[in-house]
């Protein structure tokens, strides 16, 4: 069965789970998992774990992500971006240097309002329908933080590009609103590209058309996700035993830390944590019985 990772340059009004549908129908293979979800109105790099390979999806989400996103100042929407209903309009007069001083006061780690329109939930119910039901519920902010933020360039009048490299759970959208209000003539989210996520980027990016020609051709394997730890090879029978048993390898002379496990043939087994002289696995990519 195919396993591995593609990372695909999600097309707009594609929803992040309608790309993991049409994916199993093309690499008939159940087991699939995104890292990171990316609104519709989004395009980018979206990585899609394959088979066992979906078992890293877990990992996946809790890196840095990395975005190109168009800032329209002087428009508030009730989905902060452009996709929403336009609640009011304001004059606009600001400069790209008033812009960028700004913009020092969002970097760091900062708190961020959930946005209304959102998939998180409150009493079982998801933000986003209430919203569409006409409610809105107090959210406390969350701590994120943003990495980097710059601007590239004035694209319009009232229009910026923006690169922003965040932490797990930012909302470039809520970011591009609060800079709006910041300002003071209010601002929404006109674009939102994905350059990176998970450490892979656009440059490794392939489309769902070209998964449709070449298949399985395109998927990397799993243990690429994992390469900025060492490799360790079990050195004997009794070794890649126990690790395929699910038990701790005896190892001397390692430093704490994460290893990627192969077994005696050098196919990858295992993230696993070196502690107390043994490789305890953290995460096995072996099929039962293999």
Not at 114 to 126: I, V
Not at 186 to 194: E, I, P, Y
Not at 225 to 235: G, I, K, S, V
Request: hydrophobic residues 35%; contains cysteine.
């Amino acid at each position: 069965m195919p396993s591995g990772i593609v990372i695909i340059d999600k097309p707009a009004d594609w929803t992040s789970m309608d790309v993991c549908a049409k994916l199993r129908g093309i690499l008939r293979e159940r087991r699939i998992g995104h890292g990171g979800t990316l609104d519709p109105m989004a395009t980018g790099v979206l990585p899609v774990f394959v088979g066992t390979a979906a078992r890293a999806v877990e990992f996946a989400e809790q890196g840095s992500k990395e975005y190109l996103a168009g800032l329209r100042l002087g428009v508030v929407t009730n989905t902060q971006d452009s996709t929403g209903e336009i609640l009011e309009t304001r004059d606009v007069n600001v400069s790209r240097a008033a812009l960028e001083a700004v913009l020092e006061r969002f970097k760091g780690d900062i708190g961020q309002v959930p946005p209304m329109y959102s998939a998180l939930k409150r009493n079982g119910k998801k933000l986003y329908e209430l919203a569409r039901a006409g409610k809105e519920v107090h959210r406390d902010p969350r701590p994120v933080t943003i990495h980097e933020l710059e601007v590239l360039e004035q694209t319009g009048q009232n229009s910026f590009l923006l690169r922003v490299k965040c932490s797990k759970g930012t909302y470039v959208r809520t970011l591009c609103h609060d800079i709006g209000q910041t300002l003071g003539c209010g601002g929404c989210m006109d674009s939102l590209r994905r350059t990176m996520a998970a450490g892979f980027t656009l440059e490794q990016a392939v489309t769902l058309e070209q998964v449709q020609e070449q298949g399985e051709a395109l998927l990397l394997p799993v243990d690429r996700f994992f390469a900025a730890y060492p490799a360790y090879r079990l050195a004997s029978p009794r070794q890649e035993h126990l690790c395929r048993n699910g038990n701790p390898v005896p190892v001397r002379n390692l430093t704490g830390g994460f290893y990627r496990v192969y077994g005696q043939d050098g196919v990858f087994l295992c993230l696993s944590r070196w502690e107390n002289g043994r490789l305890v696995s953290v995460k096995n990519f072996f099929t039962s019985g293999g």
